[in-house]
T-cell receptor, first 115, second 111 residues
Framework: NAGVTQTPKFRVLKTGQSMTLLCAQD?????MYWYRQDPGMGLRLIHY???????AKGEVPDGYNVSRLKKQNFLLGLESAAPSQTSVYFC??????????????FGEGSRLTVL | QKEVEQDPGPLSVPEGAIVSLNCTYS??????FMWYRQYSRKGPELLMY????GNKEDGRFTAQVDKSSKYISLFIRDSQPSDSATYLC???????????FGTGTRLQVTL
């Protein structure tokens, strides 16, 4: 019963390096999201996707890119990491339509430190 | 100004106390209101949700929404150490694909 799985769970980068965070969900959800969580700032939406092959910008998209080539996967890329991107990143998914509760299923987070 | 405002705490209470957690929001289009619970180093999990104004009870937890004052509350009765977590309120319009979260309130229930 995996739900939403994020890899890697921890990563340390140097300024200017690139990396990709992978999110995989096995619930056949249409919608997927990438958030970052910082002290005092709460969860802020970076990018999201409402279906395979589609992506959209959230509240804080600058410095990040995403791709949704397969329905079950949502990738978050940092092309040139900056210390301001030190954060905990959460992936989430939800079913489209149907339930109006807005229930998001979250992964356990990926802790990224940029030196 | 954030669309959903929440006091970050931390809030420390003794075991058995009644806890009141609150949020305010500014978007009149919000129709659905949720509370997520997040344990340390874990992802948030949905705790309760309500539609429009009113109360909803689930065991020791009661969610309350007052749309006239744009106020969202979560009450925890007979609080337990296992309730120690960060509680995030969230809202959406029902048609939007995105939820708007508050910053979260960290709760510590002490023995």
């Amino acid at each position: 019963n995996a739900g939403v799985t994020q890899t890697p769970k921890f990563r340390v980068l140097k300024t200017g390096q690139s990396m990709t965070l992978l999110c995989a969900q096995d619930m056949n959800h249409e919608y997927m999201y990438w958030y970052r969580q910082d002290p005092g700032m709460g969860l802020r939406l970076i990018h999201y996707s409402v279906g395979e092959g589609t992506t959209a910008k959230g509240e804080v998209p600058d410095g990040y890119n995403v791709s949704r080539l397969k329905k079950q996967n949502f990738l978050l890329g940092l092309e040139s990491a900056a210390p301001s991107q030190t954060s905990v990143y959460f992936c989430a998914s939800r079913v489209r339509g149907g339930s109006l509760t807005g229930e998001l299923f979250f992964g356990e987070g990926s802790r990224l430190t940029v030196l | 100004q954030k669309e959903v405002e929440q006091d970050p705490g931390p809030l420390s209470v003794p075991e058995g106390a009644i806890v009141s957690l609150n949020c305010t929001y500014s978007n009149s289009a919000f129709q659905y209101f949720m509370w997520y619970r997040q344990y340390s180093r874990k992802g948030p999990e949905l705790l309760m949700y309500t539609y429009s104004s009113g109360n909803k009870e689930d065991g020791r937890f009661t969610a309350q929404v007052d749309k006239s004052s744009k106020y969202i509350s979560l009450f925890i009765r007979d609080s337990q150490p296992s309730d120690s977590a960060t509680y995030l309120c969230a809202s959406h319009t029902g048609t939007a694909s995105k939820l708007t979260f508050g910053t979260g309130t960290r709760l510590q229930v002490t023995l």
